[in-house]
């Protein structure tokens, strides 16, 4: 069984450019949720949705922006690239809104030069 | 403002011995409390889960304890492996469905 798939695994963008990362949740698991981890931190959460509707929000400015598809698939979309926006994205999967644990992804490499 | 703390933030060890891992969180009404391990520029594994009844969890040479009541949980790793080197990271759930995580705990286990 698949386990959370992210694409691409790396990519290197310029400042002020666009981003679009990708997940594939576990089968059958409903909810997904986005995190940063900036280099020797703890991921920092910026969004999680359940059944294609977003269930919260990180402190995160609105160039960030993320959707649920019919298939649970989920996109991450980052405007207006800053130096700061470098750093492993997260994705995480889960049976149920609440309760359970979380499965991640391998993450997506970002390099903003 | 929720908070997890993870004491200390580097270990190193000899092969054999017992590892003690710390993490304390500052919100009592989690649901649950995770413990991932984290290899360089890699993803989160899972190791163990505790829903907010339970006491503990094993699984192998680890067993995870957790007291919601004074806001810690601690992962003892028995008999350390070269293998077990790696970021060890605490997250708790609570009210807002997300995660909260702590900054690590980086693991060197000396052959």
């Known amino acids: 069984d698949a386990g959370v798939t992210q694409s691409p695994t790396h990519l290197i963008k310029t400042r002020g450019q666009h981003v679009t990362l990708r997940c594939s949740p576990i089968s059958g698991h409903k909810s997904v949720s986005w995190y940063q981890q900036v280099l020797g931190q703890g991921p920092q959460f910026i969004f999680q949705?359940?059944?294609?509707?977003?269930?919260g929000r990180g402190n995160f400015p609105d160039r960030f922006s993320a959707r649920q598809f019919p298939n649970y698939s989920s996109e991450l979309n980052v405007n207006a690239l800053l130096l700061g926006d470098s750093a492993l994205y997260l994705c995480a999967s889960s049976l149920a809104e609440r309760l359970g644990g979380y499965t991640f992804g391998s993450g997506t490499r970002l390099t903003v030069v | 403002k929720q908070e997890v703390t993870q004491i200390p933030a580097a270990l190193s060890v000899p092969e054999g011995e017992n590892l003690v891992l710390n993490c304390s969180f500052t919100?009592?009404?989690?649901?649950?409390l995770q413990w991932f391990r984290q290899d360089p520029g890699k993803g989160l594994t899972s190791l163990l889960l505790i829903q907010s009844s339970q006491r503990e969890q094993t699984s192998g040479r680890l067993n995870a304890s957790l007291d919601k009541s004074s806001g810690r949980s601690t992962l003892y790793i028995a008999a350390s492996q070269p293998g077990d080197s790696a970021t060890y990271l605490c997250a708790f759930k609570a009210a807002g469905n997300k995660l909260t995580f702590g900054g690590g705990t980086r693991v060197l286990v000396k052959p």
């Open positions: 919100d009592s009404a989690i649901y649950n």
């Open positions: 949705y359940y059944e294609k509707e977003e269930r």
